[in-house]
């Protein structure tokens, strides 16, 4: 029989649930465990932890629970760990598990894999002119800086593993790095071998979201039976790049193409530029395919050489930033929180102007239970309920400054809306606003460096490059279909899945058909500048705001790539949704022109 690896998916953020770990070990059968703790918001929070206390900088989310917790039955089993908990301190990551493994007895070979973090190279990088590959804003001031890390491919993984690592703990790598690298050290690919690369990187980006590839997250979700147990993913990959996706027996969720479907469209823009440190993945071909029960098949990765360069991640502090949440409730509950909000807002700028302090530079209400974040596609009837919650942000560049709206925020309590019932879940807080910077550059001037035992490697990138986009022959963009006689409006959610999710300052929205037959009037409903329209409100303050639509014949799916439309995104944005996390629900309520005779549910 041919070599199969299996790697289980037990993590996909710093905070996931502590269970994917052991449910995998009970039925997973697995040869490795991947664990993604890291996304550029964790980066920013990991520098203020490293700068107030210098043996921190990782995720203890790791060592204490999942490491802890499990590892008897990972030595007995022979599973290998690879995980990017290492953060912006991988060796305190390593010191700490050594000293948990030998209380309990045990041993590991533990690698470690640094070079990423460049914050010793600031100044030298603050006078190279660079500037922000999506603004053209100029580099941070280096005081201000929290991380800044070069985003590292699976090339050192994979060396670590033939060293002869149990565990690998690695800073800043691109996500599905933590499956490639296992991949390229079982099967013995190399980087000329671009369809497994990419095949391998998109069995990495289906797991590395935990159990959004398990029923998480997904459209149809009243078909996901039991939330509580819901299984971790596990797949099964082969040599030629093709793998099949599944869960541990016994556990809930749901494995289904349309499920997988979604988190392969999760947070990608050009499908076909996929652009990671090892390929440039093309996933337009992309096949998902029932093969049994709980079991898909997933084949088609197409890959292009790498660029060459490695993309650099800087996050730094800009300012402070306020958010409180205040209930209101009653009759025109919507109404009378607006105002509230705006009459503070009102004072404190007030109080600003009385202390010779700049004005806030942002502000935002959003009035939670009236459909805030719908923009002008909120329901009337929205307006008419008779609870919300007025949540008020507000950023300056001083912390101080902001002190006054916390000194102030709870005073309408007795002077202003009738049925403000104080905050919740204590008084809020300010905090510092993230922003990310992010640049490319050559990859070859990054080498990594692979620690093991007594034991140092050096892994140095080749240049690479190669990719030539030009030579990238995209999918026909079909004309659309004539309408008929009898036409019927449906709701999109009728007709497709969608998922959403975000990269910086932009979200995309993968739109898979239920029914190939659908495609055609799906993609005439959802034109460029319809999405312009129906998302008006998230390009508020957007220079050069952009809606672009790519096919995805493969899995009868579109994807569209809305660009400056989070508001600076993540930690830098005021918006109730940074994330992207409701777009594509947001966007499933639009109608669109089918045929009767095609139209479901009637």
């Given at each position: 029989m041919s070599k199969i690896i299996r790697i289980g998916g037990a993590g996909g953020f710093l905070g996931d649930s502590s269970v994917a770990a052991p449910q995998l070990l009970r039925g997973g059968n697995l040869d490795y465990m991947i664990l993604d703790y890291l996304a550029e918001a964790t980066m920013s929070?990991?520098?203020?932890?490293?700068?107030?206390?210098p043996d921190q900088g990782y995720a203890r989310d790791f060592t204490e629970?999942?490491?802890k917790d499990n590892l008897r039955e990972l030595k007995a089993q022979g599973v290998r760990i690879v995980t990017n908990a290492g953060g912006l301190n991988p060796r305190a990551c390593r010191a700490r598990?050594?000293?948990?493994?030998?209380?309990?007895?045990?041993?590991?070979?533990?690698?470690?894999?640094?070079g990423d973090d460049l914050a010793g190279q600031l100044p030298d990088l603050a006078t190279r002119g660079l500037t922000e590959m999506f603004t053209d804003a100029p580099f941070p001031d280096p005081a201000k800086v929290f991380s800044a890390n070069a985003y590292f491919g699976a090339g050192p993984i994979a060396a670590a593993l033939a060293a002869g690592a149990d565990m690998v703990i690695t800073g800043r790598v691109v996500d599905s790095a933590l499956t490639l690298g296992p991949l390229m050290h079982e099967f013995g690919w190399t980087e000329a071998d671009h369809d497994r690369l990419s095949a391998g990187s998109l069995a990495g980006h289906v797991i590395e979201c935990g159990a959004q590839a398990t029923g998480g997250l997904f459209t149809d979700w009243e078909d996901v039976p039991d939330w509580a147990h819901i299984g971790y993913p596990v797949i099964e990959c082969h040599a030629n790049g093709d793998f099949i996706v599944t869960k541990p027996p016994g556990t809930g969720g749901l494995v289904s193409p349309a499920a997988v479907a979604e988190q392969i469209l999760y947070e990608v823009g050009d499908p076909q530029g996929y652009a990671l440190p090892d390929v440039i993945c093309d996933f337009t071909e992309v096949r998902v395919e029932a093969a049994g029960e709980h079991r898909v098949l997933v084949t088609g990765a197409k890959g292009y050489p790498a660029s060459g360069q490695y993309k650099v991640c800087v996050t730094w502090g800009d300012g402070h930033r306020f958010i409180g949440a205040m209930p209101v409730v009653g009759r025109d509950a919507a109404r009378k929180a607006q105002r509230q909000a705006e009459a503070l807002i009102e004072r404190v700028g007030e109080m600003l102007r009385d202390r010779n302090l700049p004005p806030l530079r942002d502000q935002r209400v959003e009035i939670l239970g009236a459909e805030a974040s719908y923009g002008a596609n909120a329901t009337p009837q929205a307006q008419a309920v008779r609870e919300v919650v007025a949540r008020i942000g507000a950023e300056?560049?001083?912390a101080a400054a902001l002190g006054l709206m916390m000194r102030e925020f709870a005073s309408p309590t007795t002077s202003m809306s009738v049925g403000t019932t104080g905050w919740f879940?204590?008084?809020?807080?300010i905090t510092p606003v993230a922003r990310v910077f992010s640049i490319l550059l050559p990859r070859e001037g990054f080498p990594a460096t692979v620690s093991i035992g007594d034991q140092t490697l050096t892994v140095t990138p080749t240049a690479g490059g190669g990719y030539d986009p030009a030579k990238v022959i995209a999918p026909p963009r079909?004309?659309?279909p004539e309408p008929?006689?009898?036409?019927?409006t449906v709701p999109l959610v009728d007709l497709a899945w969608a998922r959403s999710g975000d990269k910086g300052d932009a979200f995309n929205i993968g739109v898979i058909a239920r029914d190939p037959a659908y495609l055609p009037w799906i993609r005439a409903g959802l034109s460029e500048t319809r999405m312009r329209t129906w998302f008006a409100h998230e390009f508020e303050g957007a220079v050069n705001p952009k809606v672009v639509r790519y096919e995805l014949p493969g899995m009868t799916a579109l994807n569209?790539?809305?660009i400056q439309a989070l508001g600076g995104g993540q930690f830098s944005s005021l918006r109730l949704d940074p994330l992207a996390k409701g777009k594509a629900q947001q966007l499933l309520d639009i109608g669109i022109d089918v045929p009767r005779a095609l139209a479901p549910r009637l």
């Open positions: 929070s990991l520098g203020q932890l490293r700068a107030a206390r629970w999942v490491w598990m050594e000293e948990l493994a030998a209380a309990a007895g045990l041993s590991f070979r533990i690698a470690v894999i640094e300056h560049d001083g879940g204590g008084a809020p807080t079909p004309a659309d008929e006689a009898d036409m019927v569209l790539h809305f």
